[in-house]
C-alpha cells in the first residue's frame, strides 16, 4: 500500500497517471488499484490517526515525543509556524493539537542512514477550521513528511487504510 496526499492537484494528476500508463515498480511490486479515501473535516475540532509517526525536534535538537510533557505545545507552535505559509495568522487563533489517550500510543525508534529518530504513533484533536484541518491531512504533522513521516488520516476512516 502506498498513502499519497498533497494540496497539489497538478502532483497527484502526475503520480494517478504514471500509475495507469506504468503499472509495474521495481522488486516485483505492481499497481493494482487506487482507493480514492473520503475526508469530511469539521469546523471546531477533528480527530485524526497517525499512520506513520509524527517527527520533529525541539529548539535544543531534541527529539520530542508523546513521552514528553510538552508534546502537545511543542507540535502545536511547529505546525503553527508550517501553517503560515498557508493561511493567515487570523486563521490559526484557536489552533491547537492534543493528543488523546486511546491506547495507541507508541513511541518508534527508527534508524536512517545510521542516525536513531525518535517518532511518535499516537491519536490527535486538532482544533482549527475546516481549511487548517484540509492542509494537514495534505501536508502532514512534523517534520520529513515527504519522506514518509506525519501522515495522517481522520479516525474514522482508519479501516481504509488498513
Do not use: Q
Not at 98 to 127: M, P, Q, W
Request: glycine share 6%; charged share 25%.
Amino acid at each position: 500500500m502506498l498513502i499519497i496526499s498533497s494540496k497539489n492537484d497538478d502532483f497527484l494528476s502526475t503520480i494517478i497517471g504514471g500509475l495507469n500508463n506504468n503499472k509495474k515498480f521495481e522488486w516485483g511490486m505492481e499497481f493494482s488499484h487506487i482507493d480514492f479515501v473520503p475526508k469530511e473535516n469539521y469546523i471546531e475540532y477533528n480527530y485524526f490517526h497517525t499512520i506513520s509517526p509524527i517527527l520533529f525536534k525541539d529548539e535544543n535538537g531534541l527529539y520530542v515525543t508523546i513521552e514528553n510533557p510538552e508534546f502537545n505545545n511543542v507540535l502545536t507552535e511547529k505546525t503553527k509556524k508550517k501553517l503560515l505559509h498557508y493561511v493567515s495568522e487570523s486563521e490559526l487563533v484557536d489552533f491547537k493539537i492534543e493528543k488523546t489517550d486511546s491506547g495507541f500510543e507508541k513511541v518508534r525508534r527508527l534508524y536512517i542512514h545510521g542516525n536513531l529518530n525518535h517518532a511518535s504513533l499516537c491519536n490527535l484533536k486538532i482544533t482549527c477550521n475546516k481549511k487548517v484541518a484540509d492542509l494537514l491531512f495534505n501536508l502532514g504533522l512534523g517534520k520529513s513528511t515527504g519522506s514518509g513521516f506525519g501522515c495522517i488520516c481522520k479516525t474514522e476512516n482508519i479501516r481504509l487504510y488498513k
